[in-house]
């Protein structure tokens, strides 16, 4: 369209001397150099003045108030100044036209940001790990909810590249003999009161994981503990040099029910560990020996413990070499904490399941003991800790993806705990647990499936979006 298409609506109320004095100063700017619009101007002036030649005639009332009734509120205003259906034909084209031009460019603007939106949006974190992250988290939970937090400590160190030096042999302890029989209330009894015993005390635990061919590797812990307060372990290497030095505040007791087909014995002598008197629980299912617990007689504290595999050789070992009761104080230069976990209690706090669409109170029959979560640089993690004393399971749940084609990952390594991982979605889901196959598989039964990580555009602009304004 051009410049005189767009004044010569206003030609007529320029020749009226009736246009706004904004519009007047442009409609004469462009007359000063538009010959044709001036001789359409000088054409109207001439129409006007001969129009005003005529002998008028007068209109008759009805006529008067019917138009005056027709214009409404807009009656004692030129014709050319008013809105609605009483505009010019050439006022309302150029309105219409105007309001599609500013759709037009509100169009555009927002087409624009959608583009720049999916142009920025982050791809999804691409773990590299999925299965060594699994079995740290799980290690540092373990050892913040457990009265074995040794085993944890010593797992995290290996999973971290700790050098633990050759394997090595364990001499299973010997059983003194045929024990008295325990209920698995009994049992769960006397290992509650083991796990929530909160005692002062310092000394050495040993650790022993199974490598699956009847070798071992094993560090010592350095343990401190002051009750009320919580616990500090130095993990050392084969050379005996400090690895890693952590700090755990006091947790509290843990849930203990006996897994369902457990049976039960207490041994009927004492025997001695680091030089105290234990007696000794053992466990057994389906007539096979599945755990040993050598528990303080006087202290109530589990001084040493045993796991056992099918074959029932032992697949992990824990106890004290040294043990001093009522005298410790923690070390300055170790105190960065290990974890922060959340007791199951605080879940009742509104939004503390973060990332998942929920978050089970029970697993499996097992009992959510803790939980912990972050958010960093928009992606989210949750992580569950299920434990009821005897088998522990860490479920996890992170923003990203395994890679190009992998839907899922295992492993069963001798001596740790077994880990499944796989992509649900926009995240990916981790299981790890010293349980049986059975309790994965039922753990697995309960979560969300695997279902591939396929963003939609919808989801590309959300996370464009947010980068845009601020987001990380």
Same mark, same amino acid.
């Given at each position: 369209?051009?410049?005189?298409?767009?004044?010569?609506?206003?030609?007529?109320?320029?020749?009226?001397?009736?246009?706004?004095?904004?519009?007047?100063?442009?409609?004469?700017?462009?007359?000063?150099?538009?010959?044709?619009?001036?001789?359409?101007?000088?054409?109207?002036?001439?129409?006007?003045?001969?129009?005003?030649?005529?002998?008028?005639?007068?209109?008759?009332?009805?006529?008067?108030?019917?138009?005056?009734?027709?214009?409404?509120?807009?009656?004692?205003?030129?014709?050319?100044?008013?809105?609605?259906?009483?505009?010019?034909?050439?006022?309302?084209?150029?309105?219409? +036209? /105007?309001?599609?031009?500013?759709? &037009? =460019? $509100? #169009?555009?603007?927002?087409?624009? !940001?959608?583009?720049?939106?999916?142009? @920025?949006?982050?791809?999804?974190?691409?773990?590299?790990?999925?299965?060594?992250?699994?079995?740290?988290?799980?290690?540092?939970?373990?050892?913040?909810?457990?009265?074995?937090?040794?085993?944890?400590?010593?797992?995290?160190?290996?999973?971290?590249?700790?050098?633990?030096?050759?394997?090595?042999?364990?001499?299973?302890?010997?059983?003194?003999?045929?024990?008295? +029989? /325990?209920?698995?209330?009994?049992? &769960? =009894? $006397? #290992?509650?009161?083991?796990?929530? !015993?909160?005692?002062?005390?310092?000394? @050495?635990?040993?650790?022993?994981?199974?490598?699956?061919?009847?070798?071992?590797?094993?560090?010592?812990?350095?343990?401190?503990?002051?009750?009320?307060?919580?616990?500090?372990?130095?993990?050392?290497?084969?050379?005996?040099?400090?690895?890693?030095?952590?700090?755990?505040?006091?947790?509290?007791?843990?849930?203990?029910?006996?897994?369902?087909?457990?049976?039960?014995? /207490?041994?009927?002598?004492?025997?001695?560990?680091?030089?105290?008197?234990?007696?000794?629980?053992?466990?057994?299912?389906?007539?096979?020996?599945?755990?040993?617990?050598?528990?303080?007689?006087?202290?109530?504290?589990?001084?040493?413990?045993?796991?056992?595999?099918?074959?029932?050789?032992?697949?992990?070992?824990?106890?004290?070499?040294?043990?001093?009761?009522?005298?410790?104080?923690?070390?300055?230069?170790?105190?960065?904490?290990?974890?922060?976990?959340?007791?199951?209690?605080?879940?009742?706090?509104?939004?503390?399941?973060?990332?998942?669409?929920?978050?089970?109170?029970?697993?499996?029959?097992?009992?959510?003991?803790?939980?912990?979560?972050?958010?960093?640089?928009?992606?989210?993690?949750?992580?569950?800790?299920?434990?009821?004393?005897?088998?522990?399971?860490?479920?996890?749940?992170?923003?990203?993806?395994?890679?190009?084609?992998?839907?899922?990952?295992?492993?069963?390594?001798?001596?740790?705990?077994?880990?499944?991982?796989?992509?649900?979605?926009?995240?990916?889901?981790?299981?790890?647990?010293?349980?049986?196959?059975?309790?994965?598989?039922?753990?697995?039964?309960?979560?969300?499936?695997?279902?591939?990580?396929?963003?939609?555009?919808?989801?590309?602009?959300?996370?464009?979006?947010?980068?845009?304004?601020?987001?990380?």
């Amino acid at each position: 369209m051009s410049r005189c298409d767009r004044i010569r609506p206003d030609l007529s109320a320029f020749a009226d001397g009736t246009l706004p004095p904004r519009r007047w100063e442009q409609v004469s700017y462009h007359l000063a150099g538009c010959r044709g619009c001036r001789d359409e101007v000088a054409e109207i002036s001439r129409v006007c003045s001969t129009l005003s030649l005529c002998s008028r005639s007068a209109a008759p009332e009805t006529l008067t108030a019917r138009l005056e009734s027709i214009a409404g509120e807009h009656s004692g205003a030129p014709l050319y100044m008013a809105s609605g259906p009483g505009d010019l034909p050439s006022t309302r084209r150029r309105r219409v +036209r /105007l309001a599609a031009q500013s759709g &037009a =460019a $509100l #169009l555009a603007v927002m087409l624009s !940001a959608v583009m720049l939106a999916v142009l @920025v949006a982050p791809d999804p974190v691409r773990l590299a790990d999925p299965v060594k992250a699994a079995r740290e988290q799980y290690s540092m939970s373990t050892a913040a909810i457990s009265s074995t937090e040794a085993v944890g400590a010593v797992l995290l160190a290996h999973e971290r590249g700790a050098d633990l030096g050759e394997p090595t042999s364990y001499a299973r302890r010997a059983a003194p003999g045929a024990g008295t +029989r /325990l209920t698995p209330e009994e049992a &769960a =009894a $006397l #290992l509650r009161t083991a796990t929530a !015993a909160d005692l002062t005390l310092s000394g @050495v635990q040993r650790v022993w994981i199974s490598d699956g061919e009847g070798r071992y590797r094993t560090a010592d812990v350095r343990t401190t503990k002051v009750r009320g307060e919580g616990a500090q372990l130095e993990v050392m290497d084969a050379r005996g040099d400090r690895f890693s030095s952590s700090f755990l505040p006091q947790f509290g007791a843990t849930p203990v029910d006996a897994p369902d087909g457990w049976q039960f014995s /207490l041994g009927t002598l004492p025997e001695q560990v680091a030089g105290r008197a234990a007696v000794r629980l053992v466990a057994t299912d389906d007539g096979r020996a599945v755990a040993s617990w050598w528990i303080d007689a006087v202290a109530h504290l589990v001084l040493w413990a045993e796991r056992y595999d099918s074959a029932g050789a032992v697949s992990l070992a824990a106890g004290y070499t040294q043990l001093t009761l009522g005298s410790a104080e923690f070390h300055d230069d170790g105190l960065t904490q290990l974890i922060s976990v959340q007791p199951a209690s605080a879940s009742q706090t509104e939004g503390w399941c973060v990332g998942p669409a929920s978050c089970p109170l029970t697993l499996a029959g097992l009992p959510m003991v803790a939980y912990s979560s972050t958010e960093r640089r928009g992606a989210t993690s949750m992580n569950l800790v299920y434990s009821d004393g005897f088998q522990t399971a860490v479920v996890g749940w992170t923003d990203g993806v395994l890679g190009d084609d992998v839907t899922s990952q295992a492993d069963q390594s001798a001596g740790l705990p077994a880990v499944n991982v796989w992509q649900s979605g926009p995240a990916v889901i981790s299981v790890t647990t010293n349980g049986s196959p059975e309790l994965m598989a039922a753990i697995r039964e309960e979560l969300p499936g695997e279902e591939p990580c396929v963003l939609t555009l919808r989801d590309r602009v959300a996370a464009g979006l947010v980068r845009l304004v601020g987001g990380e």
